[in-house]
């Protein structure tokens, strides 16, 4: 069984979160062709992607191919946002591992799933955290390489 740990899903519809939050920082999609979208920071591209980013169906499709039994997905890491609002980022991260979940539960013998959490804030974090695991069946967390130093991670 070949298993692909390392791949990033988004749901192909993302709402305009500066606006929602009432700041700018926020990864939005700006889908320019069928196939394709930009990962916009403000103005700037930040990455170009495919429709396999989106499409589960373009994922299995492409694992067939690979001879890839498993993907283990979780969010592109731009999407952390550990410097947003707490509560700002414990409900980007809720969209992303929902969205994650839903995909996973429509196809379970092919995928698995990692959460996103709110790191900012180690209450929320653990809290995402637990409700992934126990409710929505992802099996843990991606998380950054750094976040803000803070002694009470260790709930974590």
Known sequence: MKIDIHTHILPREWPDLDAKYGYSGF???????PCC?????GHRVFR???DNVWDPERR?????RDGVSLQVLSTV?????????????LDLSQRLNDHI??????NPKRFAGLATIP???PD??????????????LRGAEIGTHVDPNPHFGRI
């Open 48 to 50: 170009e992607i495919t």
């Open 124 to 137: 929320l974090a653990a809290g995402e955290l637990e409700r992934c695991v126990r409710e929505l069946g």
């Open 77 to 89: 890491p731009v999407m952390f946002s550990y410097w947003a609002k707490p509560a700002d980022a």
């Open 119 to 121: 790191m900012q804030d």
């Open 101 to 106: 979940a839903g995909v996973v539960r429509d």
């Open 60 to 64: 299995i499709e492409e694992c067939d």
């Open 27 to 33: 990864v939005r999609l700006d889908h320019y062709k």
């Open 37 to 41: 979208a930009r990962m916009m920071i």
